[in-house]
């Protein structure tokens, strides 16, 4: 979870490390099955977390470009102070990202943030 989820590591490369460092030969298949039993276990963390920054006065918003498959997608996040949420990857980069994810929608801080265009559809967000 930490190289994959965390470093952002692909699964190769993290197959890789493991098999260096570990001496483990897993396949591709293990780590996801590792990675969904994971999401599964933290999820009713994950609530909680969007539920605070929904809540929050203040809270920070950005987004930054990855590589799925071999495709651009986005990770939208909002980041610290805690507590940190990275909502996930999504291959839009606006407005219907931010909706799919649910935070800013229901946010009616205060929100900092780049003053990319797609914050301005959120008429409460200000920079």
Request: charged share 15%.
């Amino acid at each position: 979870m930490y190289l994959t989820q965390y470093q952002l590591l692909p699964i190769e490369r993290n197959r890789a490390v493991l098999g260096d460092l570990c001496g483990w030969a897993m396949s591709p298949g293990t780590i996801q099955v590792c990675i969904a039993a994971a999401q599964r276990t933290f999820a009713p963390a994950g609530d909680q977390i969007a539920a605070a920054v929904t809540a929050a006065p203040v809270a920070h918003f950005d987004e930054t470009g990855q590589r799925v498959a071999g495709r651009l997608h986005w990770l939208h996040a909002r980041p610290a102070p805690p507590p940190s949420l990275g909502t996930g990857a999504h291959a839009k980069h606006g407005r219907q990202a931010m909706d799919a994810f649910g935070i800013l929608p229901g946010f009616s801080g205060i929100a900092v943030h780049d003053g990319w265009a797609s914050y301005k559809d959120f008429r409460r967000a200000t920079m």
